[in-house]
């Protein structure tokens, strides 16, 4: 039953089960019925996300154990809260009919204003009215992401509270980056050429657009291109220029969010275009065959039959065993296939032709999944190539899928015929039916068909995972990365590697190292999924030595970062064992860091204010004090960076200190990305290897802790609105809600 304030049957609205009903596949929202009452459909056994919208009323969320013979869950829902959202220009001119899209609330997608046949009409506008003026009568009282944007001016993200007062968002123009572009030789303007945007998520790491409503052409030698950062400030923004007869050029100078704009000139090298033919291994001419490029600043995802074409180079070629590429700036990896064969070649920028391309025939790799002798359908197996290329490296995104069918038998009828390993898809953190995943490395050769058995030969291992230096029961095992790894020699065609290559035991230093997943991926293994009790079952495991590894996490909200306990135990299976049905491990103790709970006494931990003093939590008693640990390539961090800025300015006098506690690696890009969000409150920049982060047992980014005035440890948490609801509880509900 859903109920108002009064508690009287609340007899319209949408219930929603799910994190985010725009992107979930199937009906995901039942309609609240004339007497206040809903019903879901059969779900699975599990926790759920059930969200309450009707309008009138506050939005309601609650964390949900649905499981047989649960109880009726009940909503007493409050009075909704206005908001009001004025969006104007630079100058405080009113953008009407601005588009303004709801996104994060409490950590999920659940509140939705889009328009499409994937959802209901939830009842939020989507739209600002012709005074440029969005307004919300029913918001929660709690933070809300909201994406603002209009034609001709740079969209924004925001995270807002409704309060009494209306809010000002100021669109600014797009990003600007204009100039000339000439003939490198003769000085003369280029007629025509087409320039392209280039994001920088991070120093040698892009991504090119070339979608066509991205792209901007240029004419009689000059150009300029508005770019959308779509609400980011951390991605910086380059150009890529393009003519034909010309050798690509990418531009060296950047701008982010609130830069001027940027005027850079370009004198493109006359280059004839690289010329290839295609062959087949018998030396026969092919004529009709596709093409795809990647490159270090593209890296596009690669498909046989849908080769992408907006973030990277691909076209096809028919009735002419020849085809062109334009001459380049950077090394260009090029994929030449049909239905049958496959090639790929590497072109440094200083070659002049591609010459002959002879095509290969595709690899053919076959299995079955099985789990306790019984097939396993309709999940997903990836084959992933082990030669994983750098950010520097000419590359694609490669990841090749098939299913399972209800014989639990799969296919890939195209392969590459590269190194690979082969593994079902478990998720950690997910439901699955699979308990463990074996990923089994091979050498697929031209023309070779491979069979398979995953998870089917070989005994099961079984045993429990017990968490000691902190109390076990209430810590939940299932935020966990585990393998069982193998002592053999990395697979053939294995890259080299700065870890061992021989067989030995497996090192725990190990696990930190750069290279470790593409090593790990070089050697037969199974991905280990622990249950919340620690229990743990791993299937067809073979005759050999091996090595467990255990990694266990609190909860995450967001990206992990340090394990609080970490286990590597050695295991032998015979060949007598391996016949077996089951082996018996016991149980593994994990010694785990133990970070402070509530109550605890935090009056010792220091931090460095705003002034850069070293103060202690005990120096500021009578405060409530909220340490929040980020990185700055967390976006969950970023998301909710903004909501603590909200919080502060609705109550400026409130007694609150808010202290940041950043882990980036590269303290630089930290503070920079500080000074541009225009944080208000102490920033710690702590590194990677920071005493402070170990001794709150910090293991994923965000974590939040709720310091009381008289120093005690109120609540830890990975979500935010955790943290605010617990201050809104506590501090005058006027300071923060006026």
């Not at 919300?136 to 969209?155: F, H, L, M, T």
């Not at 959308?228 to 982010?256: C, H, K, P, W």
């Not at 030396?283 to 039959?305: K, M």
């Not at 870890?499 to 037969?524: N, R």
């Amino acid at each position: 039953k859903i109920s108002g304030p009064d508690g009287m049957p609340v007899t319209k609205g949408l219930v929603i089960w799910v994190e985010n009903p725009y992107f979930a596949t199937g009906d995901n929202e039942v309609e609240i019925q004339a007497d206040g009452s809903f019903e879901l459909p059969n779900l699975a056994p599990g926790q759920y996300p059930i969200t309450v919208l009707a309008p009138g009323f506050a939005p309601d969320q609650r964390q949900v154990e649905i499981s047989p013979g649960a109880p009726t869950c009940d909503f007493n829902l409050a009075a909704g809260n206005p908001i009001r959202i004025e969006i104007v220009d630079a100058s405080g001119n009113a953008i009407p009919n601005a588009y303004v899209g709801i996104g994060q609330w409490r950590g999920t997608d659940a509140i939705y204003n889009e328009k499409h046949s994937n959802v209901p009409d939830s009842g939020i506008a989507r739209r600002a009215d012709d005074q440029g003026v969005f307004t919300w009568n029913w918001a929660p009282n709690d933070g809300v992401e909201y994406q603002i944007g209009a034609r001709g001016y740079d969209s924004k993200i925001v995270t807002l509270v409704a309060k009494s007062e209306p809010h000002r968002v100021v669109l600014t123009a797009p990003l600007s980056i204009s100039g000339k572009v000439v003939d490198a030789k003769s000085g003369k303007p280029i007629p025509t050429f087409q320039v392209i945007p280039v994001k920088a998520f991070r120093p040698d790491f892009y991504s090119t657009d070339f979608q066509k409503n991205r792209v901007a052409e240029g004419q009689d030698g000059a150009y300029e291109i508005s770019i959308n950062t779509r609400g980011s400030t951390t991605d910086r923004y380059r150009v890529r220029i393009e003519a034909d007869g010309y050798r690509t050029a990418f531009g060296q100078a950047s701008l982010v969010a609130g830069d001027p704009p940027l005027v850079e000139d370009f004198q493109l090298e006359p280059a004839r275009p690289l010329v290839g033919t295609v062959v087949a291994a018998d030396g026969s001419a092919i004529s009709d065959f596709q093409v795809a490029i990647g490159t270090p600043t593209t890296s596009p995802h690669f498909d046989f039959d849908r080769p992408d074409k907006h973030f990277g180079k691909a076209f096809e070629v028919h009735d002419s065993s020849s085809f062109e590429v334009a001459a380049s700036f950077e090394t260009q990896r090029i994929r030449v296939f049909t239905r049958e064969a496959f090639a790929e070649i590497v072109v440094p920028p200083e070659q002049e032709t591609i010459g002959e391309v002879v095509l290969q025939p595709y690899a053919r790799l076959s299995g079955r999944l099985t789990q306790n002798d019984a097939p396993v359908a309709a999940q997903g197996i990836y084959f992933s190539p082990l030669i994983q290329y750098g950010l520097t490296e000419a590359r694609f995104q490669d990841s090749f899928y098939a299913q399972t069918d209800p014989d639990g038998t799969f296919e890939f009828e195209r392969l590459p015929p590269i190194a690979g390993s082969v593994h079902a898809y478990l998720g950690p953190w997910r439901d699955s039916p699979l308990a463990s995943s074996q990923s089994i490395p091979l050498q697929l050769n031209p023309g070779d068909h491979q069979q398979v058995s995953l998870g089917g030969t070989g005994t099961q291992l079984t045993g429990r995972v017990v968490a000691s230096g902190r109390s076990n029961d209430d810590f939940s095992k299932q935020w966990s990365l585990n393998w069982l790894v193998s002592r053999s020699k990395l697979a053939a065609g294995a890259p080299e590697f700065r870890l061992p290559s021989e067989p030995g035991p497996l090192q725990a230093a190990w696990l930190k190292h750069t290279d470790f997943s593409a090593w790990l991926a070089s050697k037969p293994n199974h991905f280990v999924k622990l249950r919340d009790d620690g229990y743990f079952s791993v299937h067809g495991v073979p005759e050999g030595e091996y090595d467990l590894v255990i990694q266990l996490f609190e909860q995450p909200a967001g990206c992990l970062i340090e394990a609080v306990g970490t286990e590597v135990i050695p295991i032998t299976v015979t060949a007598e064992q391996a016949k077996s049905k089951t082996m018996g491990l016991g149980t593994v103790e994990v010694a785990c860091r133990s970070g402070p709970r509530p109550g605890s006494d935090m009056r010792a931990f220091e931090i460095v204010d705003r002034d850069g003093q070293v103060v202690s939590v005990y120096d500021l008693s009578g405060r409530y004090v909220v340490f929040h640990v980020w990185a700055s390539w967390c976006e969950p961090c970023l998301a909710t960076l903004p909501e603590i800025q909200t919080l502060l300015s609705e109550m400026p006098d409130a007694p609150i200190t808010a202290v940041g506690l950043n882990v980036d690696a590269q303290r630089d890009q930290a503070m920079a990305l500080a000074k541009k969000m225009d944080l208000s409150w102490a920033q710690n920049y702590l590194g990677e290897n920071s005493d402070l982060a170990k001794q709150l047992a910090v293991s994923s980014v965000p974590a939040y802790y709720l310091i009381g005035p008289d120093g005690k440890l109120i609540a830890s948490a990975g979500q935010w609105q955790e943290i605010g609801k617990l201050l809104a509880e506590r501090i005058q509900p006027q300071a923060i809600l006026p």
